[in-house]
């Protein structure tokens, strides 16, 4: 069995999917994450290593179409809707080293 | 039935729109009314489209006025939960994240419902990302269940199934990922349908858990679900999750009875160990016998691995939820919360923009997929899932179709389940094994449980076993207590 979800782990989770939580909101969803696993305790405890994953269930192989040439969005209507957009291309800040 | 029924189903309307009998207009202007008086209290929408849907009618009308036929659905209202896009039109998925943001395409059930000729009439709400089982979890306010309001009206679908309950359009379309069509379809009282996996695209369905979510029908009879499900089913290449296979005939099965139908009641889904109403349970005792009594052969059946469905669940859907909600970063659509730098500009964009739900997900999935857990946690689940499939094509071969209770419980009241995420999740505990699996399944009303709120029986089917499916739900649909709606 793994060891019980610490806050350490939620801190370590929230930064791997960019979310900053308070400290207050670390021990709620601390708490609360670990009740959810602990539930799921019954599926960690399976022996599985016979049984192969299922990742879709509905399996269809090699779904292609002709590689023909078909309108696809239009570009300014899609940058109408971006949060900032500059030369028919989405802005954002810095992405590398100090803002300027 | 009378006049006054036939013009509340879509196969009324659409039949009187087409000759004439009546226009498209003062069908919607009707449920425009129904809308003024009680939207205030019930809330199903996110956004109204009240104009053009107005505009939309009169061009129905003038079109048939011209001799012209608009399709199976002509001058329906329908309703459609916001996180289905629509160009030009705000989708929000009920979070904050999205708010404002309107799509540059349509979802390819939207094109074929105005293909269809029919009048799309609002947005409505869900929980954020379809992620909850009451429609509590919207960034924009909860939707109240139209039978008492003091009560959820299930979720994550909550607006689409009250709109629907509520008169304010005859059919609409949701999402169902664990549960979110028919649960709330259960809590309302009305038909909602969840078909096989990949039988309806999900091209423009904004993704919450892509091995699970499904687009399906909400309505008030079930011969329109299968109307709806008919319309928006079938092959489409911008999915290629989409089965090949052309959609049936659901309408011409709906007739025929279940005489020599062999039903298995899902012991494990029955709540022998408790948790569920007793009501729930008594009605779905009397829901098998009343097709025993119309001739299909009824007996219990084990799906043993199905206890293992709820676990499995929470971890697979959160998992693919972390992944799909990584799109989510200020850069392309929806809310920026712009600082110095694009890395503080995700983290802040994020954190305002996501309710708390759905953080919770995101941080479970992102967990149960982190480095030492993976096999642990999504690997494991995978694994049962593959051990629910197997126990469910074990009973199918010894049944056509399953029973069960959609919900274990009927409608709640508001903020009774909010503190503690895993008594919520509790309420999908029938419905997730299906999903799991990718069959198709559906709840049908049938009679009433505690305060009079009424219960809905789940009949589940194999892999593209829509037709026996459909036939059994309106074989119910005639036997529920009161008789056909």
């Known amino acids: ?100 | 039935m009378s006049p006054v029924e036939r013009f509340q189903t879509a196969a009324g309307v659409a039949a009187a729109v087409a000759t004439g009998e009546r226009s498209a207009r003062s069908v919607l202007d009707e449920h425009l009314a129904r809308i003024d008086e009680r939207e205030g209290e019930i809330h199903a929408f996110n956004h109204l489209l009240a104009d053009e849907a107005r505009a939309r009618a009169d061009e129905i009308d003038a079109r048939i006025a011209a001799g012209e036929d608009v399709g199976p659905l002509a001058g329906v209202p329908v309703a459609l939960k916001d996180n289905l896009c629509t160009r030009g039109i705000p989708t929000t998925c009920s979070s904050k994240i999205l708010d404002g943001w309107r799509p540059p395409y349509d979802a390819t059930v939207v094109t074929r419902l105005r293909d269809a000729g029919a009048v799309v009439i609002g947005k409505t709400n869900l929980d954020e990302f379809a992620m909850g089982s009451s429609t509590e979890n919207s960034a924009f306010g909860a939707t109240r269940n139209p039978l008492d309001t003091s009560r959820v009206p299930g979720g994550s679908s909550g607006g689409s199934a009250a709109a629907v309950a509520a008169g304010f359009a005859p059919i609409s379309l949701g999402s169902d990922t664990g549960g979110s069509i028919r649960q709330p379809a259960a809590l309302c009282g009305v038909v909602g349908a969840k078909p096989t996996y990949g039988r309806a695209s999900r091209y423009g369905l904004i993704a919450f858990a892509s091995s699970l979510d499904q687009i399906g029908p909400f309505a008030r009879t079930v011969e329109d679900a299968a109307l709806l499900m008919e319309v928006v089913g079938g092959h489409d290449p911008l999915d290629a999750t989409s089965i090949p296979e052309p959609f049936p005939d659901l309408r011409g099965t709906l007739g025929r009875g279940v005489e020599g139908l062999r039903i298995g009641l899902v012991e494990e889904l029955l709540g022998g160990e408790g948790g569920f109403q007793p009501e729930v349970q008594a009605r779905t005792r009397e829901a098998a016998d009343a097709l025993e009594a119309a001739g299909a052969k009824v007996d219990v059946v084990s799906v043993p691995a199905s206890t293992y469905g709820l676990s499995a669940y929470y971890l697979i859907a959160p998992a693919e939820a972390s992944s799909n909600l990584a799109r989510f970063d200020g850069v392309r659509f929806g809310l920026r919360d712009e600082r110095a730098t694009m890395g503080e500009t995700y983290d802040a964009t994020r954190t305002a923009g996501f309710g708390a739900e759905v953080k919770r997900r995101i941080m479970l999935g992102t967990y149960a997929l982190s480095s030492g857990y993976y096999d642990a946690y999504y690997g494991k689940a995978q694994r049962v899932r593959t051990m629910i499939i197997d126990d469910f094509d074990a009973a199918y071969e010894r049944f056509d179709v399953l029973l069960s209770p959609s919900s274990p419980c009927v409608a709640f009241p508001l903020g009774d389940k909010t503190a503690d995420p895993l008594t919520m999740y509790l309420n999908d505990v029938c419905t997730i094994p299906s999903s799991l699996a990718g069959h198709p399944a559906m709840s049908v009303p049938f009679g009433t449980g505690a305060e009079g709120l009424p219960v809905g029986i789940q009949v589940m089917a194999p892999a593209l076993g829509e037709e026996q499916m459909f036939r059994v739900a309106a074989a119910l649909e005639a036997a529920a207590p009161g008789g056909a709606r």
Do not use: K, W
Request: proline share 10%.
């Open chain 1, 1 to 100: 069995m793994t060891a019980p979800i610490s806050r350490d782990d939620v801190a370590h989770v929230a930064r791997l999917a960019r979310l900053t939580l308070t400290d207050e909101e670390l021990d709620t969803f601390t708490g609360q994450l670990a009740s959810i696993l602990d539930h799921a305790a019954d599926v960690e405890a399976l022996d599985l290593d016979d049984v192969a994953p299922t990742s879709h269930p509905y399996p269809l192989e090699n779904v292609v179409r002709p590689d023909e040439v078909r309108p696809c969005l239009d570009r300014d209507e899609v940058l109408a809707e971006a949060p900032s957009a500059e030369d028919g291309m989405f802005r954002v800040p810095p992405v590398l080293g100090e803002a300027p």
